[in-house]
C-alpha cells in the first residue's frame, strides 16, 4: 500500500443527502454527533478550498432540505437530486462531480449502506480515490452499516476520520489554514 497525504487542489467532497427527514435515520451514530462531524468536514473543506457537491434524494413536499451545517458554510450551492441510490447513476450527479477535475472524493452522508456505499462503489470503480469520512457519515443499523464498510474496503475505498483528515490537511503547521485544521481536529478530539 501506498501512502499520499490528502491534496486540498485534488479534492471533492461529496455530501450525500445530508437533508432534514434523512439524517434522523442514522442508529449508528446520534443526530448531534453526526451534525458535528459534517459541521466539521464543511468548515474543513472551506478553509482549503476544497469544492462541494451535494447530492439529495427527493423530499415528499418541495425542494429537500440541507442540513444547515452544510449550507452555513457553503451558502447556496446546486442541489443534484437523484431518483438512484448512486451518486453516479444519476447524470447530473455524475456530471457535478466530473466536472469539478478532481480525483480524490471524501464522501459523506446518510444512509451509509446505500447512497454512501453505491456512490463510494461506483467513484472507486471509475478510478476516484474516494475516502469516506466515517464521523460525517450515518448508518441505518451497526450490522448493516458494517457489512457496506467491508464491502467498501474491500473495493478499495479507504476509510478516515475528521481528526485524521485535519491532521492531514494541517501538514505544515506554519501555514495560515492549519490553525483552522487544528482547531477543528481538537474540537473533534475532545468532543
Same mark, same amino acid.
Given at each position: 500500500?501506498?501512502?499520499t497525504p ?6 471533492l467532497?461529496v ?10 435515520l442514522?442508529r449508528t451514530v446520534d ?10 468536514l ?5 478553509a482549503?478550498?476544497?469544492p462541494?457537491?451535494?447530492t439529495?434524494a ?12 452544510v ?15 448512486? $451518486?453516479? #447513476?444519476d *447524470?447530473? !450527479?455524475?456530471? /457535478?462531480i466530473? +466536472? ?10 446518510v444512509?451509509?449502506e446505500?447512497?454512501v ?6 467513484a ?13 457519515c $450515518?448508518g #441505518?443499523s *451497526?450490522? !448493516?452499516e458494517? /457489512?457496506?464498510? +467491508?464491502r467498501?474496503?474491500?473495493?478499495g ?5 475528521l481528526?485524521?483528515l485535519?491532521?492531514?490537511?494541517a ?5 495560515p489554514?492549519?490553525?483552522a485544521?487544528?482547531?477543528i ?7
Amino acid at each position: 500500500m501506498s501512502y499520499t497525504p490528502i491534496d486540498p487542489a485534488h479534492s471533492l467532497v461529496v455530501f450525500a443527502d445530508l437533508q432534514d427527514g434523512i439524517v434522523q435515520l442514522s442508529r449508528t451514530v446520534d443526530e448531534a454527533r453526526l451534525r458535528k462531524g459534517v459541521s466539521a468536514l464543511a468548515r474543513l473543506a472551506r478553509a482549503y478550498g476544497i469544492p462541494a457537491v451535494i447530492t439529495t434524494a427527493p423530499g415528499s413536499a418541495g425542494a429537500p432540505q440541507v442540513v444547515s451545517e452544510v449550507t452555513s458554510v457553503f451558502g447556496t450551492l446546486p442541489l443534484n437530486t437523484r431518483l438512484t441510490t448512486d $451518486g453516479f #447513476l444519476d *447524470p447530473g !450527479t455524475r456530471a /457535478a462531480i466530473e +466536472s469539478a477535475g478532481r480525483r480524490t472524493l471524501l464522501i459523506a452522508g446518510v444512509a451509509t449502506e446505500i447512497v454512501v456505499q453505491h456512490t463510494s462503489l461506483s467513484a472507486c470503480s471509475q478510478g476516484f480515490d474516494v475516502q469516506l469520512v466515517i464521523d460525517a457519515c $450515518g448508518g #441505518l443499523s *451497526p450490522r !448493516t452499516e458494517e /457489512a457496506a464498510l +467491508s464491502r467498501m474496503t474491500i473495493a478499495g475505498v479507504a476509510t478516515t476520520s475528521l481528526v485524521s483528515l485535519a491532521g492531514q490537511l494541517a501538514g505544515d503547521l506554519g501555514r495560515p489554514a492549519s490553525g483552522a485544521a487544528l482547531g477543528i481536529l481538537y474540537e473533534m478530539a475532545t468532543a
